[in-house]
């Protein structure tokens, strides 16, 4: 794996304040002519991957562009999910802790893992801002014939409105992994089969534990015709791979605060009737449990500071839109929008419905009307979540491949990069009709993990595909393993690296593949990285 033995001439990462002049200097476009950029990396992708990745290469003085789709940083972070999937605290250092330090010193704390998303995006804005990276926004990947590349290695990216951004490295950072599409590596989605991998985990799941329907509730109507939001397609064999990706959702920022809450707006075109399931089941577990149904029964909410909430999803039917997320990951820019206003469609009716059907439980209906939308957050888009929670889109298949046996018994890796620790969490993927008339959902997965270690192999396409890339995010993994990678602190964590690789790379005149792993891991732990923890 490493054929590079020479180091970075730099040394290790210095404060962003000792840095200040030098880099920003530095960090400057060289531009050939209108709308052309040359720099040393371009980072794809406004995710806290791409920020941090972004980050650690200009840290390490390299003249880094961080090139965003839209105008946002921090994407899901910043764009509604505020309760952080961190699993154990202790596995989360370098970059990816101080982002959580520098939002911490926002409330008077050491640290916060729970926050408000203004906050989060302030303060990736100010982490991609203090170590030099030119950001620009509204800049997303020519849809076609975005990527230009010479044998191996990608030379320039071409953005709709033109702009065309070369570099020696790229990093994809992106939810979709559209970068790394267009420049012809290999990748896949959905599930693969438990014979793939030898994975138990894999493929069509039996019933889990977790948001299902535990007593029966009709699949049909009376006239027979299947209810909304049950899916036509059957299930599959148990352990069968498939082209289906587990739901998608918008993380809620709500408040319960009489001066700071927007009523939850009624949708055009809403039809009560779309969430007739629901209702069935609310009313079904108030007949089980002689009583209506609590407000954490039918959604998962977590407070945050100043009387906001993080709302996600919990039980048989709440704001994970199940068997919709499946086109996304191939579908071109404009089905992609069209999923995304359905996913927003259905969400904001879900909260309408609850809050107002009569179908609804008196008491849970109550509970719900104790909140309503943040006013003072998303305010440029009606204080609904800026970020559609894109859990799992294309996955890289690169030579090595994480598989549920890096995460539960093979945990220690030679060019480890960082940890990972929380559970292999997979959400519901299909909502469907079983044999006896009943609804029910497959797909769910949760088990424990212990901490286990990333290696850098994950980043890295094969090398005959491209040798100047790297993917943290639709990163190299089944989907077993990728439940547990696809946390917002270790995308953090790989982007760091990531930065740091870049670097490497470009000091070395190497492809990403023939760096020294082991001057990356001494220089990510002298950076802060945990890059293995006792057991």
Known sequence: MVTDKRSGRYGPLRSATALAGAVIAMSQPVAHAQGRYSYDVVVYGGTPAGVIAARAAACQGQRTALVVPGKRLGGVVSGGLTRTDFGRQETVGGMSREF???????????????????????????????????????????????VRRARQRIWAVIAENGARFSAKVFVDCSYEGDLMAQAGVSYTWGRESVSDYGEDLAGVRPKDRNHQFDFAVPARDEEGRLLPEVGEQ??????????????YNFRMCLSDDPANRVPFPKPEGYDPSRYRVLGLWLNGMAEQKGRAPHLDEALLPAEMPNRKWDFNNRGAFSTDYIGKSWEYPNA????????????????????????????????????????????????????????????????????????????QTELTKPDTIGMGSYGSDSHNVQRYEQADGTVQNEGNMEVPVQP???????????????????????????????????????????GQAAGVAADLAIRNRCAVQQIDTGELRRRLKEQGAVLSCPR
């Open 332 to 407: 071109s820019y404009a089905r992609r929008a069209e999923i995304w206003r359905e996913h927003e469609d259905y969400t904001k009716g879900l909260f309408y419905f609850l809050a107002n059907d009569p179908s609804v439980p008196a008491e849970l209906q109550a509970e719900i009307n104790r909140f309503g939308l943040a006013a003072d957050e998303f305010a440029d888009n009606g204080h609904f979540p800026t970020q559609l929670y894109i859990r799992e889109a294309r996955r890289m298949a690169g030579d090595f491949v994480m598989t549920q046996a890096d995460i």
């Open 452 to 494: 286990y270690e990333i290696p850098y192999r994950v980043l890295l396409p094969r090398r005959q595909e491209a040798e100047n890339l790297l993917v943290p995010v639709c990163l190299s993994a089944s989907h077993v393993a990728y439940s547990t990678l696809r946390m917002e602190p270790v995308y953090m964590i790989i």
């Open 100 to 146: 959580f330090v520098r939002v911490g010193r926002r409330y008077q704390k050491d640290i916060a893992w729970f926050f408000e998303p203004h906050v989060a995006e302030e303060v990736f804005w100010e982490m991609a801002r203090d170590a030099g990276v030119d950001i620009f926004q509204n800049h997303r990947l020519k849809e076609a014939d975005g």
């Open 234 to 247: 059957k299930r599959g064999d148990i352990g069968e791979g498939d082209r289906k990706v587990q739901a």
